[in-house]
């Protein structure tokens, strides 16, 4: 039976590569996109309906009309600080509108894709496996593992995919760390990075070609799909910096404690990735691999 792929959150740097990497393997009239929005904010041959995952109304409506095998939610909200503050909206998102989306999945017999985090980490003993305990400290983070405890409670059948430091370009989506840092270097703008925080730089593109493998295999469970290598972030500067061609003295080494951030860190979240790599069969890509992979698409 060919897949019918619901893509939530298609707007987005990840949910733009789901879209692309899903409709090139499956086919386009295979995959459904919808976010929030009223149109599609990238170029695409895949249909696209409005969906507002914080009502049922809208999810069983889309649901019950496509009637979808397999959804994939790259739908969050992210900001971590603002989370702090926007607890209510950020609570909606992240959990109810997972609790809304496995609730109508389950009801459809489809398999969930979500996507997770490595903020439901500490940081404190890193680098973790899936098994180990997770330990949220901030709002954002609370609320990421508040949906991995509903969806294991709702029965939907699940594959859950944490993940770390996405990065990568798209049509109209948010600035991530690598193409931040790109655009102050080239204007010769010093930039003070932490070099504190290590985690696992993952390419937006990698993440959606796994997660392609994961439903191409309807794998289940839980997962750590980033980047393979776990690198701090001073560091990852100073990658970006020479694969790129720009001038790494404008990196300036910072601590974590003096950016005065609303919420937490997990100051080592790094990830193994062993189980993906065997289980799965996923080529997950080194930094440098993932950074020239960028470069070749920026041109």
């Known amino acids: 039976m060919a897949e019918r792929i619901l893509v939530v959150g298609c707007n987005g740097l990840l949910g733009q590569k789901v879209v692309q990497e899903l409709s090139a393997h499956f086919g386009n009239k295979n995959v459904l996109c919808v976010s929030i929005e009223p149109r599609a904010l990238f170029s695409t041959n895949v249909p696209y309906r409005q969906m507002d995952i914080t009502k049922i109304d809208s999810v069983h409506g889309v649901i019950q009309q496509f009637k979808p095998t397999v959804v994939v939610n790259t739908a969050a909200y992210t900001n971590v600080d603002k989370a702090e503050i926007e607890k209510d909206l950020c609570w909606e998102i992240n959990v109810t509108g997972v609790e809304n989306l496995a ?4 009801e459809a017999g489809a398999l969930l894709y979500h996507i997770s985090t490595d903020y439901v980490f500490s940081g404190e003993n890193g680098p973790y496996r899936e098994e180990d305990k997770p330990d949220p400290r901030g709002f954002y983070a609370k609320s990421k593992w508040a949906a991995e405890i509903a969806i294991r409670k709702m029965g939907v059948s699940y594959f859950i995919a944490r993940t770390s430091t996405l990065f990568g370009t798209g049509e109209n989506v948010r600035p991530n760390f690598v193409l931040w840092l790109i655009s102050a270097l080239k204007k010769n703008q010093e930039v003070t990075i932490v070099d504190d925080q290590t985690g696992n730089p993952t390419l ?10 994961a439903i191409e295999k309807r794998a289940a469970g839980v997962y750590h799909l980033t980047g393979r290598e776990a690198i701090d972030r001073y560091s990852f500067a ?21 950016l005065k951030q609303l919420a937490p860190r997990p100051m080592n979240a790094a990830f ?16 440098d691999e993932a950074l020239l992979k960028l470069k070749q698409q920026l041109g």
Do not use: C
């Open 103 to 106: 609730a109508a999945a389950k």
């Open 204 to 213: 937006a593109d990698n993440l959606a070609e796994a997660l392609r493998v």
């Open 238 to 258: 100073h990658r970006i910096a020479k694969i790129f061609g720009l001038n790494a003295l404008l990196i300036k080494r910072g601590k974590t404690s003096h």
């Open 272 to 287: 193994i990735v062993e189980k993906a790599e065997k289980e799965l069969g996923v080529h997950l890509m080194s930094v």
